[in-house]
């Protein structure tokens, strides 16, 4: 039996986060960790879509990885994609094709029945207008300076890129977007990042960190090294079979959610109003050319945050309401 609470916040990411309309063909995509979440999303589905089909495939081993090629060709065929995953499914050909096909996808990477039913219900409309005006502020800006208490000093040349708006509204023809969501994010120019990054939260693929951060340096748009304690060691192991490509600087976010906590769920942890988070590896889809089969988060808190010199959050508080 669905949990009560689980499906009425599946019901809010379909009617609400990704506009599903009853003209409309729906494709719930999931794995086996995460089948209840797909399986209330499927019956929500149906009541809200022309047709719903579920999907269940094997988990992928890293976030990034490609799902099973007739899978790919199957997301392309619908106008709705929901992808509750265990790894993520956001930065794949996968995904990028199906929203060059026409879908609406949203991507739920390693989410849980509670993150789900806690996030779902935050006020999506505020959350929105408060990341549309952090992606305004970060389009005209030239260079982000991020700095915290236990050693981030890193610059992030972003002249001429253009910022992404994660609203949790995922309602254009096209558009893609995680659920939950909140964030402005973007890659920064390939091969310019310098600085070093301790991540105090969580990394994706690895989940809350310990006593011990994860300091990465970083030189010409690569880190360079990792140091701390068991968790650095494990994402330098899982960042090594890909390698010089695997240590990018893909991605700079800040989180604009509310309602999100840290709970080692990157999903969410990285929408946390008040964290910055820096990605390494795949940069694809925001517009970069690094393509690699790994895209991993690292989210840290009591950011202080420069963009230009324009100062946009002061020690996790985020200076925009």
């Not at 379909?14 to 409309?24: F, I, P, Q, T």
């Not at 495939?57 to 099973?68: L, S, T």
């Not at 207008?129 to 502020?137: E, K, M, S």
């Amino acid at each position: 039996m669905i949990n009560q609470d689980l499906f009425t916040s599946a019901l809010i990411a379909l009617r609400d986060c990704m506009e599903v309309k009853k003209s409309e063909t729906l494709l719930v995509l999931t794995d086996d960790a995460t089948a209840p979440i797909g399986a209330a999303l499927f019956e929500q589905g149906k009541t809200l879509a022309q047709e719903t089909a579920l999907v269940i495939m094997p988990e992928r081993e890293v976030n990034g990885a490609e799902p099973p090629e007739s899978l790919a060709v199957l997301m392309q065929q619908y106008d709705v994609v929901v992808c509750p995953t265990r790894k993520s499914l956001t930065h794949t050909h996968a995904r990028r094709n199906a929203c060059k096909a026409g879908a609406r996808v949203g991507t739920m990477p390693g989410i849980s029945e509670e993150v789900m039913i806690r996030t779902l219900k935050a006020d999506y409309n505020r959350i929105a207008d408060r990341t549309r005006r952090l992606t305004a502020v970060l389009d005209k800006s030239d260079i982000v300076r991020v700095t915290s208490p236990l050693g981030t000093d890193i610059s992030l040349p972003i002249s001429g890129i253009s910022a992404i708006s994660s609203t949790g509204l995922v309602t254009e023809k096209g558009s893609f977007g995680n659920l939950p969501s909140g964030e402005s994010y973007l890659m920064p120019q390939e091969g310019k990042t310098n600085g070093v990054f301790v991540v105090d939260g969580s990394f994706a693929g690895i989940g809350k960190i310990g006593e011990k951060p994860i300091r990465i340096t970083v030189k010409d748009g690569y880190a360079v090294r990792i140091e701390g304690g068991r968790e650095a060691r494990q994402l330098d192991k899982m960042l090594q079979p890909f390698g010089k490509k695997g240590y990018n600087i893909a991605e700079l976010g800040i989180g604009t959610n509310d309602q999100a906590i840290i709970t080692g769920q990157i999903l969410e942890d990285e929408k946390v109003m008040g964290t910055v988070h820096i990605a390494l590896g795949n940069n694809m889809s925001m517009g970069g050319t690094c393509d690699v089969g790994i895209h991993v988060d690292g989210v840290f808190t009591s950011p202080t945050v420069y963009a230009d010199d324009q100062l946009l959050m002061k020690d996790g508080n985020l200076l925009l309401d």
